[in-house]
């Protein structure tokens, strides 16, 4: 499986981003999704996840109320909602798919590239 994301950019804080994960192949749908991101000199952390048919999500604390994670496995993407960005948010963001769902990056076996979000205060 082959992930690209996209959708990062530059935002002022307050504002709104939504980025995609989209997956190459017939058996994406049957992937586990979680988003991820690593702030510069920070440890990857977890931010959303999402099952297979997308009817289980889980959010890390921080993101709870912000970030909304879905997924339409017709177009092989997933896609991460952000709203009410603050400059914390800011981080490469990067999506990956595993068999199962879970909340570490060793859970996980496919990478995207990552993406940029920078929010501006």
């Known amino acids: 499986v082959q992930l690209v994301e996209s959708g990062g950019g530059l935002v002022q804080a307050g504002g709104s981003l939504r980025l995609s994960c989209t997956g190459s192949g017939r058996t994406f749908s049957s992937y586990a999704v979680g988003w991820f991101r690593q702030a510069s000199g920070k440890e990857r952390e977890f931010v959303a996840r999402?099952?297979?048919?997308?009817?289980?999500?889980g959010y890390a604390d921080f993101v709870k109320g912000r970030f909304t994670i879905s997924r339409d496995n017709a177009k092989n993407t997933v896609y991460l909602q952000m709203a009410s960005l603050k400059p914390d948010d800011t981080a490469v963001y990067y999506c990956?798919?595993?068999?199962?769902?879970?909340?570490?990056?060793?859970?996980?076996?496919?990478w995207g590239q990552g993406t940029q979000v920078t929010v501006s205060s």
């Open positions: 990956a798919a595993g068999r199962y769902v879970a909340d570490r990056p060793s859970g996980y076996d496919y």
């Open positions: 999402i099952s297979p048919s997308g009817d289980s999500t």
